[in-house]
């Protein structure tokens, strides 16, 4: 095939299977480099339950949390300071409940690239369980945190964050 013209190579191939596969090429092409970082969800490297918080504000749960979510996601971590124009901004409130589960997810702020804020849901979800914030008032914690989200699909919360270049 090597020493064949390109257009006698693709005789062989029906019609209908040389269109689909220029669609999906034609889409791929457009849907931009960024995407396909967050098509999946990376699996957390959780080993073992995490300890209770010792928060007894939300300031200082939310590094607990922070801390847990870079332990989960190690691979993800962008690190040293991000760029000036970085990929994506998110604002989240997250909702933990006595026993550590993700009780509930609000997006406060939506980010530029709307590929981002269904990733980092389901980041935070799978992320589960956080320590359980047994110091907080009701045993339950809602916390802000600010996700600072490269094109690669790494990244930073505001809570750890290394600065911005």
């Known amino acids: 095939m090597a020493d064949m013209p390109f257009s006698t190579w693709l005789l062989p191939f029906p019609r ?6 220029a669609v ?14 967050f098509n999946m969800v990376p699996t957390p490297l959780t080993p073992e339950p995490p300890r209770p918080s010792q928060a007894e504000i939300e300031r200082e749960y939310r590094i607990d ?15 040293g300071k991000v760029p000036p124009l970085i990929y994506s901004v998110m604002v989240v409130e997250t909702e933990i409940d006595a026993s550590g589960t993700v009780r509930d997810i609000k997006v406060v702020r939506k980010p530029a690239a709307d590929e981002v804020a269904p990733w980092v849901m389901a980041m935070i979800r799978r992320a589960a369980p956080f320590p359980a914030p047994e110091r907080m008032k ?9 996700w600072l989200v490269d094109k690669s699909g790494l990244f930073q919360v505001d809570t750890l964050t290394e600065g911005q270049r």
Not at 24 to 37: D, H, K, R
Not at 138 to 146: G, P
């Open 138 to 146: 009701d045993a339950t914690v809602k916390y802000l945190d600010i």
């Open 65 to 79: 949390a922070a801390r847990h979510i870079y332990s989960a996601y190690p691979m993800r971590v962008y690190r």
């Open 16 to 21: 209908a299977a040389l269109a689909r596969a």
């Open 24 to 37: 999906l090429l034609a889409v791929a092409c457009t849907a931009g480099p960024a995407l396909a970082q």
